[in-house]
């Protein structure tokens, strides 16, 4: 199971929001991890861009969107803005892509929330073509897309849905690279995630990766790291998705998700993850003492 890093925008030192995440991302690389995520939240500065500077500065590392939502930008748009980050850096972006939720997309963006697996379908018609061949003829109901890019040196970004319900992972299997999932544990990667993937994936002839990301602390404190959890992530044992999500886990919150304890406890949960089908763990260490995020990443390099 490969080990990653994620990091939200601005949690590296920095003046800018930009030079805190080339900084961040030096440092992964420094420390021998090969990927690095990163997520597009609403208020933050266009991701894209930012990660464009980092692989311009920062070499012999990959980076991967975890996710960018499509609603708030037209398939052609998102596909030029992928492959000119990729050929910036070389063939070393991981496109991850995700409906937003519905208190973003119809309270901040006046945009539609209805038939989600439908809208990301017909987005993928649209944008699959364009990355593969730089052609497009797509006529849906939510997304049509008509052209072409002249863009023919740029290598395609593999790309990945977050997919957590069932027709989602159905999708991303048949027609993706495979799913990012957050806030989702072994339990259900094992019984859900993993089998409606794969055999989606393989009733379509392909193969299909299972990237897991969980919030993560190497502490003696459990009970410190389980509170800084449980507020730092409350958002997410509100909305709908990720709530079913700890709801089919049995956990109360997202502290019952983050993966917290000693050395060896940290050790057995990760190789649960990886023993029940997981490719991919993306780490996101959240413990605010510096201590503590050392001993994290020390035992995620390790």
Do not use: C
């Amino acid at each position: 199971m490969q080990i990653s890093l994620f990091g939200y925008l601005g949690t590296g030192a920095g003046p800018t929001v930009t030079d805190a995440y080339v900084a961040e991302l030096a440092q992964a690389r420094e420390e021998g991890f090969a990927r690095y995520w990163t997520a597009q939240l609403p208020t933050d500065p266009d991701l894209l861009t930012v990660l464009a500077v980092g692989l311009r500065e920062v070499p012999d590392i990959e980076v991967g969107t975890g996710v960018v939502p499509i609603q708030p930008q037209h398939p052609m748009s998102l596909a030029q803005r992928a492959l000119t980050v990729n050929e910036i850096g070389q063939g070393r972006l991981t496109l991850g892509l995700g409906l937003s939720h519905k208190p973003v997309a119809e309270g901040a963006w006046g945009l539609p929330f209805d038939r989600p697996v439908r809208r990301m379908s017909e987005y993928l018609d649209a944008l699959l073509p364009l990355l593969a061949d730089r052609r497009v003829t797509a006529e849906g109901e939510t997304v049509t897309a008509r052209g072409s890019l002249r863009y023919p040196d740029a290598p395609a970004p593999p790309v990945y849905l977050a997919a957590l319900g069932p027709q989602m992972l159905r999708l991303a299997g048949r027609r993706t690279a495979g799913t990012v999932t957050w806030m989702t544990g072994p339990r259900t990667l094992a019984d859900h995630v993993v089998p409606t993937i794969r055999e989606a994936a393989r009733e379509a002839g392909r193969s299909a990766r299972v990237v897991a990301s969980l919030p993560i602390a190497v502490t003696d404190d459990v009970a410190a790291a389980r509170a800084e959890a449980a507020r730092q992530f409350a958002v997410y044992g509100r909305l709908p998705s990720y709530r079913a999500m700890l709801d089919r886990e049995g956990h109360a919150g997202p502290e019952d998700a983050a993966v917290i304890g000693d050395e060896q406890d940290v050790s057995a949960r990760l190789a649960q993850l990886r023993d029940v089908g997981v490719d991919e763990f993306v780490a996101l260490p959240f413990a605010p003492d510096p201590e503590v995020r050392a001993r994290t990443r020390a035992l995620l390099r390790a």
